[in-house]
């Protein structure tokens, strides 16, 4: 089955890491990554451009507005696709990708573990 690992923080977080702090974060998650595409567990993964770019259509009045649809604290700021035999697994694997980032010191984030529900074009 495959899941998803949702990355959420504090956007000015992020982006108050020093350039050694975030690349060492970098290296450790690639290195991450690299593993995981080797057990055949990585599908997609994205990094989402700061929200200051987002764009979101409300459904009730089909207005489309600048910025996240939810003002909080934390945003979507990336995802991983994982292929995995279990709930737990998935689990291990978010354990794995949290370490570096708290590491650099991004301690107000959570990850979000969900399972994907296959949609099909009829």
């Given at each position: 089955?495959?899941?998803?690992?949702?990355c959420?923080?504090?956007?000015?977080?992020?982006?108050?890491l020093?350039?050694?702090?975030?690349?060492?974060?970098?290296?450790?998650?690639?290195?991450?990554?690299?593993?995981?595409?080797?057990?055949?567990?990585?599908?997609?993964?994205?990094?989402?451009?700061?929200?200051?770019?987002?764009?979101?259509?409300?459904?009730?009045?089909?207005?489309?507005?600048?910025?996240?649809?939810?003002?909080?604290?934390?945003?979507?700021?990336?995802?991983?696709?994982?292929?995995?035999?279990?709930?737990?697994?998935?689990?291990?694997?978010?354990?794995?990708?949290?370490?570096?980032?708290?590491?650099?010191?991004l301690?107000?984030?959570?990850?979000?573990?969900?399972?994907?529900?296959?949609?099909?074009?009829?």
């Open positions: 089955m495959r899941y998803a690992i949702l959420y923080n504090s956007q000015a977080e992020a982006e108050a020093s350039p050694q702090r975030h690349e060492t974060m970098m290296s450790e998650l690639r290195s991450i990554q690299r593993d995981l595409k080797a057990r055949g567990k990585l599908g997609p993964v994205a990094r989402l451009t700061p929200t200051t770019a987002a764009a979101t259509l409300k459904a009730a009045d089909s207005v489309v507005v600048d910025g996240p649809f939810a003002e909080t604290k934390e945003q979507l700021l990336g995802f991983y696709i994982v292929d995995c035999e279990t709930r737990e697994e998935a689990v291990e694997i978010a354990h794995l990708l949290e370490a570096p980032r708290k590491a650099a010191g301690l107000s984030g959570a990850l979000e573990i969900r399972p994907v529900a296959e949609f099909n074009a009829a």
